[in-house]
């Protein structure tokens, strides 16, 4: 009869009279709300910034998708479904797509949203003065790439308003995944007014006028961010939170220690040595799902030792066992990679012939081209490995440290850094050799993989730069989906494995504690949450001898 019962009891446990408590969730219907809707998340890192169209990272990401609502949303299981546009068709060829604006959309300070703002939003995302990192995102837009390298004027993107309900996208080419796209927060509005009144501040508490669920109420650096209801949001009667805590933990165990003192509800991931203690104590609160991305190492490919050098990169790589990372140092359900681009609807990577090999006689080959590229465990070679503050990461690059040693001689530093340097360093590639990587699919569909190696791309890290992969990602971006699609990139990712500008080392999973009392989240591949869609269940604690 009662809602979800949880059972503990005191500390003596010898005697007859021990105290029991039970813990009743969602009162006697199983679901009754509690009258503080408050959910608080560890979001793993503060945000670079919260400019949708300059930010980068899943942590800034997390945020962007309670403030801002695309043209495109998700439902709780990651289905597309209709965001500010309430509905659109295409054309037959493909090209062109005509999204009509929802009658109620208005901006948290009462304006209507209007089809000019995506006009003015999709300009500003394709500017170059925006200095965005996603801009080659939008290239499916007709002319986004002549702008987004400076050759032609923003107004001329493939973006127009015919009156204030009816935008009109024109594509260069068919566009398979281009609905998908519009989820990413580099095609979300920003309010003109705001922008121009207050140009790189708008992002502030004060100044930011958004178009979700949630407002931005308050950003602490390194303690918080508080998002606020917003009762404007066109649909706010199904919205039951009132705020949302988003904390910069970058450590696990911190992380762990806090959701058990019931300050988190929701953690971002879990401390890898305390999984088996999780799988035992917490079994029905940790959710582990499989998740589009993938976890690498970049090596520096514009400057010495690794320029020009694929024997000692793909001696690197055949050196690190990927089973002990994934089953051992994490032991999760992470899956080894040999391949960049994770297994996505019709797509399955294929792996290199080196895949197929034993540990040993992978290791033998990696000692064989190590020497081909000048180097040997008398003349070792002697890297930097750079990450971003976390223990989990640590604990990969001790690891994959530890084999080069043992495999190869080679003498490894680590380095780590808090986030926001952490991408500048990658960014700027002066002080990096190798740098740990974790792409996540930005969109359900291979290419949003196979374009971060792009040599245009500004999230190309490694500086790889190849015209022959570059062509046939422009040959995949030119046709439908189907098998000749697929091929192209296919045959894209075998020429990157053979160049080896990236280790994959593996297949993530999403891993998170979810307290028992909040629902409305569910797992997706994209492992994308709305906070829109979270309630938080009463709770009783009930005491007897």
């Known amino acids: 009869m009662l809602g979800l019962i949880l059972f503990g009891c ?3 446990t010898d005697n007859k009279n021990a105290t029991k408590e039970a813990l009743i969730i969602g009162g006697l219907s199983g679901n009754e709300l509690a009258e503080k809707q408050v959910f608080t998340k560890n979001n ?12 980068e990272g899943v942590p800034a990401s997390n945020v962007l998708r309670d403030l801002y609502e695309g043209l495109v949303s998700e439902a709780a299981n990651g289905d597309y479904i209709p965001g500010v546009a309430e509905s659109w068709n295409i054309s037959q060829d493909g090209k062109t797509y005509r999204f009509t604006i929802r009658e109620g959309a208005v901006w948290s300070n009462g304006d209507k949203v ?3 703002d995506f006009v003015f939003s999709l300009r500003r995302s394709v500017d170059p003065k925006t200095l965005s990192n996603y801009s080659s995102m939008l290239y499916p ?3 986004a790439r002549d702008v987004v390298l400076g050759k032609a004027p923003t107004d001329r993107l493939g973006v127009s308003a015919e009156g204030e309900k ?19 927060s580099t095609t979300y509005p920003v309010h003109p007014p705001t922008v121009k009144e207050h140009g790189p501040l708008f992002t502030r508490p004060e100044n930011m006028v958004s178009n979700g669920a949630f407002t931005l109420k308050d950003w602490r650096i390194q303690d918080y961010i ?8 066109w649909d706010d009667t199904n919205t039951t939170l009132s705020e949302v805590y988003y904390y910069p933990l970058d450590n696990p165990d911190a992380s762990l220690r806090r959701y058990r003192a019931n300050e988190l509800d929701f953690t971002d991931t879990t401390p890898s040595e305390q999984l088996p203690w999780i799988k035992k104590n917490l079994k ?21 030792p690794f320029k020009n050098n694929p024997e000692l990169r793909i001696a690197l790589s055949l050196a690190v066992n990927r089973t002990i990372i994934t089953d051992i140092v994490l032991g999760a359900g992470q899956i080894p990679a040999f391949t960049f681009v994770p297994p996505v609807k019709e797509y399955q990577g294929t792996q290199p012939e080196w895949a197929k090999l034993t540990q040993e006689e992978r290791e033998d080959l990696a000692e064989e081209l190590y020497a081909q590229a000048g180097f040997d465990k008398n003349n070792p070679l002697s890297i930097e490995i750079i990450y971003n503050t976390s223990e989990n990461h640590k604990r990969v690059a001790l690891a994959v440290a530890s084999m080069w040693k043992k495999v190869l001689g080679v003498e490894t530093k680590l380095r780590n850094q808090e986030w926001k340097v952490f991408l500048e360093t990658r960014r700027l590639q002066e002080e990096t050799e190798i740098f740990r990587g974790g792409w996540i699919g930005d969109y359900d569909d291979p290419y949003t993989f196979s374009e971060l190696l792009h040599s245009e791309n500004e999230m190309n890290h490694s500086g790889y730069a190849s015209a022959e992969y570059d062509a046939l990602l422009k040959s995949a971006s030119l046709k439908p989906a189907g098998k000749d699609r697929t091929g192209d990139l296919l045959q894209a990712e075998q020429i990157m494995l053979n160049d ?25 591949v994209m492992d994308h949450h709305y906070s829109k869609y979270v309630k938080i269940l009463k709770t009783e604690t009930l005491t007897s001898e």
């Open 226 to 233: 508080l998002l606020s209801r917003n009762e404007r949001y």
């Open 141 to 143: 837009i007709k002319n």
């Open 114 to 116: 209007v089809a000019e």
């Open 10 to 12: 005191g500390s003596g």
């Open 44 to 55: 793993g890192s503060d945000p670079g910034t919260l400019d949708p169209h300059r930010a």
């Open 284 to 304: 029905e609160e940790l959710k582990i799902t499989p998740y589009f991305g993938s976890y690498y190492y970049g090596f520096n490919n514009s400057k010495p």
């Open 500 to 524: 080896m500008p990236v280790i994959p080392l593996y297949f993530y999973v999403s891993q998170h504690l979810i307290k028992p009392w909040v629902v409305g989240l569910e797992g997706n």
């Open 166 to 184: 009816t935008l009109i996208i024109e594509l260069e080419e068919p566009t398979p995944y281009f609905i998908s796209l519009l989820t990413h």
